[in-house]
């Protein structure tokens, strides 16, 4: 069942909510211009992404705009109950708990399917890949969706390959306006202040390890060294790791930083990124952060293998001790931590986020005719629309060519 409007927790939804939409001008400016267009209206639309209070806010402009919304959550961990009683007050469907077990939560994510969407806002790919699996009579239904994430867009890529993808998907994650702030800059400062914030603990002169080097990666390398933290990236890739040297890092395979680091953040999108090996050679002390998408960049269950005792060191940090004395904290349970201990991106950041995600439904959705199913990326001239959007809030004019200088870009000759 979805669930019923909590009279006590309606208030600081709303007041939550508020926040966000005062801090959105590029989402409140695109719905008056463009989303309210007519595309929406009567649309069946379901929204599976970190349910918090500027996810609430996508959903309001959506419902704004003439959508049929129903929410879910695509992390119980990162659901909150009061943002989805104000929503619930709204009159838009949520089938959401907060912290709940995984089966309740599988329960939510089918019951939002079951409402027959005919578009898709995704993360992770937690609606579309069980849509495909458990509810393939419905994909017929299906639109188009858009999907947030690096993790997401690999498994659609991977679904296009499979030939299982019925439908077209914007990669809304590969969109400038999205990876190239949402990434870098969002995940850098909430996931470093998270650390921060839930360890109480200082950054500067630190071993700091970050694996992976992708734009997350990048950001957080990038917030950790403005800290004052001595930087080590992991990284599988050549051309990243030599990009991480070039921009002033130290780069180690993960079984020598393991070694030498003091405080481990992952950001790969892959699993065991750090394991049991890794965990038997670590420091003292050890703090292990997740800024990827699933908790399983972590292995947990082998750090549980060679623990002998695992306590609550402070909310939200589990100590484990393992056999030799030696402790190591892991924040969140492994759980994406700028969510499962923070308040996640700047709202600015989401505005950003939350803009491409809504031109990339609006545009499968009025382009239905026109595209075949696969995995697409949202057109460049909508991408930009956002950035100018974005710079017309700010009060910010950019300079223009000259028709000398435009005929010149447009020419092979040099004189």
């Known amino acids: 069942m979805s669930i019923s409007p909590d009279a006590n927790l309606i208030k600081e939804g709303e007041r939550k909510i508020e926040w966000v939409a005062q801090h959105s001008p590029v989402l409140n400016r695109l719905r008056d211009t463009i989303l309210n267009d007519g595309t929406f209206q009567g649309k069946r639309l379901a929204l599976c992404v970190h349910l918090e209070a500027k996810t609430a806010y996508l959903a309001t402009i959506l419902a704004d705009c003439g959508a049929q919304v129903v929410v879910t959550g695509s992390n119980p961990h990162s659901t909150k109950d009061d943002v989805c009683a104000a929503l619930a007050s709204r009159g838009i469907t949520v089938y959401a708990k907060q912290d709940c077990p995984r089966e309740v939560w599988e329960e939510h994510l089918l019951n939002t399917i079951d409402t027959e969407p005919e578009i898709i806002i995704d993360d992770g790919a937690e609606l579309v890949s ?80 970050i694996i992976g080097y992708g734009w997350c990666g990048r950001g957080l390398a990038r917030y950790a060294d403005g800290m004052g933290a001595r930087v080590i990236v992991v990284e599988v890739d050549p051309v990243k790791a030599l990009e991480a040297i070039a921009d002033g890092f130290r780069v180690m395979n993960m079984q020598e930083a393991a070694r030498e680091g003091e405080f481990f953040i992952t950001a790969t999108g892959n699993i065991d990124a750090i394991r049991k090996e890794h965990f038997e050679v670590m420091q003292d002390g050890a703090l292990i952060a997740n800024a990827g998408h699933y908790e399983h960049e972590i292995n947990l269950q082998d750090l549980s293998s060679i623990s002998v005792s695992v306590q609550e060191a402070r909310p939200y940090i589990k100590e484990y001790r393992l056999q030799d004395g030696r402790r190591i904290h892991v924040i969140a349970d492994g759980e994406l931590v700028n969510l499962a201990a923070g308040d996640g991106h700047p709202v600015e950041i989401i505005d950003l986020t939350f803009a491409v995600q809504a031109l990339s439904a609006h545009y499968v959705a009025k382009h239905r005719d026109e595209l075949q199913p696969g995995v697409y990326n949202l057109p460049e001239e909508i991408d930009k629309n956002i950035a100018k959007t974005k710079l017309e809030t700010l009060g910010i004019k950019l300079e223009g060519l000259t028709q000398k200088q435009q005929q010149y870009l447009n020419s092979w000759r040099t004189s």
């Open 130 to 209: 069980r849509l495909i699996t458990h509810r393939p009579h419905l994909a017929s239904k299906v639109i188009g969706s858009s999907e947030q994430t690096t993790t997401g867009v690999i498994k659609l890529r991977a679904m296009e390959k499979d030939g299982v993808l019925p439908w077209p998907a914007i990669a809304a994650n590969d969109a400038m306006c999205k990876h190239m702030f949402d990434n870098r800059y969002g995940t850098g400062q909430s996931a470093i202040g998270a650390v921060l914030s839930s360890t109480n603990l200082l950054m500067a002169g630190r071993k700091v390890v």
